[in-house]
């Protein structure tokens, strides 16, 4: 289980649909973490390994703090480069 969750480009199929339905999402996504999980979960995730550690900072932070400004600048930057949706409002409700 930990492998799949790890290493999701290993299961045929698993992000085409995943993705397809995260690109139709009109306003966005609702909170830092659902953008963290998407961005980690890409079919092609393009990340330095900074990037991975603040994005998995961001997905299992126990106490689910809201990102600083220049967070979700950052957050923000990921999500245009890998064509996903913005947080919805800004990320004010991250």
Known sequence: ????????????????TSCARIKNMPDGFPS???AARALIHHADPKLTRRSGQFLGGLLFDPEGAVPTERQ???????????????????????
């Open 72 to 94: 979700r600048a950052w957050l923000a930057d990921l999500l245009r480069k890998h064509g996903l949706p913005p947080l919805a409002d800004g990320g004010a409700n991250a």
């Open 32 to 34: 830092a973490r659902d």
């Open 1 to 16: 289980m930990l492998i799949a969750i790890a290493y999701p480009a290993h299961l045929p199929g698993w992000c085409s």
